[in-house]
């Protein structure tokens, strides 16, 4: 940004002690210190605010991203039982039907042998 030399620097501290005196340069520099610390801390606490806020937005963010996941979870489990419990309702309708009793069921021939 600003590109300020140590030399500048110097020359600048001269011109404040002609014109200020030295008598109010030491409060001056104090009270500019001061100043500057002041910009420092409300500039860090600045940036600090703005990384909360976008911690707390990505947060956010992923909490919404984690309830379309469970909801689209949800959706497909009742999908699955749902269709689970169609087909064990279909196999139990089934079984009366298809199955006769075991007394009923012949064995089955033996190879050359007629069933009496």
């Known amino acids: 940004m600003f ?4 030399s500048e620097l ?7 002690l002609i014109v200020i005196g030295p008598e109010r340069l030491p409060k001056l ?3 500019a210190g001061h100043l500057w610390g002041r910009t420092q801390r409300y500039a860090n606490k600045v940036k600090d605010d703005i990384a909360h806020d976008m911690a707390l937005d990505q947060a ?15 959706k497909a489990m009742q999908a699955n039982g749902l269709s689970l419990e169609q087909s064990i309702l ?19 021939a033996a190879s050359g042998e007629t069933p009496k």
């Open 90 to 108: 279909q196999s139990q309708h089934r079984k009366p039907a298809d199955m006769a009793p075991a007394d009923s069921v012949s064995p089955p």
């Open 60 to 74: 956010r963010q992923m909490q919404h991203e984690i309830e379309q996941h469970v909801a689209e979870a949800e």
């Open 3 to 6: 590109d300020i030399a140590f």
């Open 10 to 16: 110097v020359v600048i501290a001269l011109v404040a």
């Open 29 to 31: 520099a104090r009270t």
